[in-house]
């Protein structure tokens, strides 16, 4: 029974691990929930939010978040039910923590979305791995330790390296690698301190296997659509707000990927995420193809918010009514208004991720990656090809605009060298690619140039052969455009160049002139961008809504209307100094452009935020 009131917890401050995506999932929830007449009140303490503006909840409380303050406003509200799977971890623990209070018994308040049962067993690494193994599904080998004694003991058992996951806890706080005995110590009593269960997983490493990301939703009668597959570039042991990602997945066969649908179905099953929707997280190894469950989160998640833009299905939206009882064929797509929510999306284009570190704010913080999340802000980008969504994704950082451009040449290829500064070279992109750093993929790109072989830099990167072969395609497309200069070049080869995602700017460092000159031959070659529409249905049905990425490959999708319009310019991915206060000044920017009449264009590359909503503008 639909509930007539719901209280919805927020995510709090901006923290590593939980940013802007869960302000874009409780806005699209909020907006959902009024549209069926339910009574909404909010709770969240962060005032830079969208969600706690006025107009989207019928009642918003600043408050800590904290037990008993959301007891105090249960206990003033009495809302039917509680919808926590909106506000990252710090929501569902918090309802875990209401619910072992008794307060929501205590208050008659029904939770809707995830169980506690199915939070307990998803969030729980012993539950978790005893649910998988009941249902015959392969986890590694691991031990639940909640003690030094015990962590020990399991080490004898594993041999190192191990990798260290604490339960409960957001971003893999707390979560390592362990290489040796002499670090080990002090990493797992670090672990079993951010665990507010004090229990941690001490895991067989699964080093260098690929890792991937099924986004799931689930209905009252057990329909189950898989919305998107992420595939992250690096490989495991870096946790996957650090990796770069692509959707959809590159490198699985068509059997490796319907046995991983089915056993993401499965575990939705078995942990009992009945209305909803759940990340769940995939390791398999290079080798052999063996498939092993890692983790699940019952929860709208990071990377819910970029399925949901790299696909157009607006999965928090769709789990918010799935709660309320509805089922996947009741739902609309807003894009198309001809399919229900029970279509899969199918994409002809390919979405890219890359993650934004901010290093160089801790002086002498070390640069390797681990299970633990330590990026502050991502960008997105869409293409019709790896390559040119890759190249695309990296100009957003906002770094120096090549894109997939060179850690050690001017000119991105690298000019005449000696023998032995070709090896000296070498030996420093060997030492950045054989570790976890946020440079690699450049190492990647740099170690093609120097004439290393694709398999030694996939051996030592841990890449798969596929995204090195992409890579090293961009690369070539260099060397032509390289070699040719300026009075050889041909409308084929810039044309090549841009459909390979390259900026003008990198032609331009190509080519030894500036960016305005490639900018004027592009133009009398005749070669402009043109726009596609992200549709949900790879052009099966025409799309509504104007949601486009640039490309230059077919005919423009996009319809210029006889309007005025005004152009709003997005922040870009979130860093220390500039989050989500920037995408709320978007919105109202957005919002008032509208009422005056103006017809709105919002360019960002950030997939966390309100602003990149399809329905936005």
């Not at 319009?565 to 860093?575: A, L, M, Q, T, Y």
């Amino acid at each position: 029974m639909k509930p007539s009131s719901v209280l919805i917890i927020g995510s709090g401050p901006i923290v590593i691990g939980q940013g802007c995506e869960f302000d874009y999932s409780g806005v699209q929830a909020l907006k959902a929930l009024r549209a069926m007449g339910v009574r909404t009140i909010l709770v969240n303490s962060n005032p830079a939010t969208i969600m706690t503006d006025p107009e989207f909840a019928d009642k918003t409380y600043i408050i800590p978040l904290v037990p008993e303050a959301v007891e105090d406003v249960i206990k003033r509200e009495r809302p039917e039910a509680l919808l926590p799977t909106l506000g990252g971890q710090t929501a569902l623990n918090l309802a875990m923590a209401l619910a072992e209070m008794g307060v929501l018994e205590t208050y008659k308040v029904r939770l809707i979305g995830a169980r506690i049962e199915a939070i307990r067993t998803a969030e729980s690494r012993e539950m978790f791995r005893e649910a998988m193994r009941s249902i015959g599904l392969e986890v590694p080998k691991s031990f639940v330790v909640k003690n030094m004694d015990e962590a020990h003991r399991a080490i004898e058992e594993l041999g190192f390296p191990v990798c260290l996951r604490p339960s409960f806890t957001l971003g893999g706080s707390g979560g390592e690698m362990a290489f040796s005995a002499d670090e080990f110590d002090d990493l797992i009593a670090r672990a079993l301190f951010e665990s507010p269960v004090h229990e941690v997983l001490v895991e067989q490493s699964l080093l260098n296997y690929k890792e991937f990301e099924l986004e799931v939703v689930r209905d009252r009668k057990d329909n189950c659509v898989i919305v998107c597959s992420i595939e992250n570039v690096d490989p495991m042991g870096v946790h996957t707000g650090d990796s770069i990602t692509v959707a959809p997945q590159q490198t699985l066969t068509d059997k490796e990927y319907q046995k991983m649908r089915d056993s993401a179905i499965a575990v939705m099953r078995a942990i009992g995420v009945d209305t909803g929707g759940a990340n769940i997280q995939f390791a398999v190894d290079p080798k052999t193809g063996k498939q092993f469950v890692i983790e699940m989160n019952p929860r709208v998640s990071r990377s819910s918010a970029l399925a949901s833009k790299a696909t157009g299905y607006p999965i928090a939206k769709v789990a918010t009514l799935l709660a309320l009882g509805h089922t996947l064929d009741e739902i609309k797509n807003d894009i198309t208004k001809m399919t229900t929510a029970a279509f899969e999306p199918a994409l002809d284009y390919v979405a890219v991720k890359v993650p934004y570190f901010a290093f160089e704010r801790f002086q002498g913080a070390r640069q390797v990656l681990s299970t633990q999340m330590r990026s502050v802000g991502e960008a997105m980008a869409l293409g019709r090809c790896f390559g040119s969504a890759l190249e695309k994704a990296l100009r957003s950082l906002e770094t120096d605009g090549a894109g997939l451009g060179s850690l050690f040449f001017e000119r991105i290829l690298p000019t005449a060298q000696t023998g032995v500064e070709r090896e000296e070279m070498i030996a420093k992109v060997f030492g950045l690619l054989s570790t976890p750093n946020p440079k690699r993929i450049f190492a990647v790109a740099d170690a093609l140039r120097l004439g290393v072989r694709e398999e030694e830099v996939a051996r030592v990167s841990g890449y798969d052969p596929f995204f090195v072969r992409e890579i090293a395609g961009q690369v070539e497309v260099e060397r032509e455009i390289f070699l040719r200069g300026v009075g050889g070049l041909t409308r084929e080869c810039v044309h090549r160049a841009k459909r390979a995602g390259f900026s003008d700017k990198k032609i331009a460092l190509l080519l030894g002139v500036r960016e305005e000159e490639v900018r004027d031959i592009r133009g009398r070659f005749g070669i402009h961008p043109v726009y596609n529409s992200v549709d949900t249905c790879a052009g099966e049905f025409e799309a509504l809504t104007p949601y486009f990425y640039s490309t230059y490959e077919g005919e423009s999708e996009s319809r210029v209307a006889e309007t005025k319009k005004v152009v709003i310019i997005g922040s870009g991915p979130n860093r220390i100094g500039q989050g989500i206060e920037f995408d709320y000044c978007c919105v109202h920017g957005v919002m008032q452009a509208k009422e005056m009449g103006c017809e709105v264009v919002m360019i960002n590359c950030n997939p966390e935020t309100v602003s990149t909503d399809y329905d936005m503008v």
